[in-house]
């Protein structure tokens, strides 16, 4: 019998990110998903599934021990929110710092937009200065955690 779970995006940080099951993405979120506040190398917001498969590959290349528990949510038509705290081990060279066997714990924010019953559209706020605190170094020597997004790009047009 298939585990119940309290709503999607409890699911998702299940079966993606502590499961590691990336066969769920292609289950669970529309193909062309916009999901903002995670960048890809190249400073662009991440769509759909292989960027994000692409990205989720790289934490878990980083932190294979990564890990996601949601601490609250609130559900409200097609919409879910949850504050969650990552977790993990920095055992693989990445954000252009080598491994330092550190344990990481930050915080973050997710809300999903859902539409028949998958991930339509995510946004994403993680506390990427408490990863980089642990990390030993300073926000600005750390690339691509996150390198400026489309938004701060249209604001300076």
Known sequence: MAKKYKTLLHEWMD????KNDLSAVDRMMKPGCVIHGLLDEEGKTIIGR?????LATGFRRIFPDIRFDIADSIA?????????TVSGTHLGEGFG????????????T??????KGVIAEAWNNFD????????GQGISSIKAVPPR?????RLQK
């Open 15 to 18: 079966e993606v990110w502590n």
């Open 50 to 54: 292989a960027a994000f498969k692409k």
């Open 76 to 84: 409200e038509k097609n919409k879910i929110a949850a504050r969650c």
């Open 97 to 108: 710092l080598p491994a330092t066997g550190k344990k990481v714990v930050f915080d973050g």
């Open 110 to 115: 997710v809300i999903v937009h859902a539409r």
């Open 128 to 135: 990427y200065m408490a990863l980089c605190a642990q990390l």
């Open 149 to 153: 997004g489309d938004k701060e790009k």
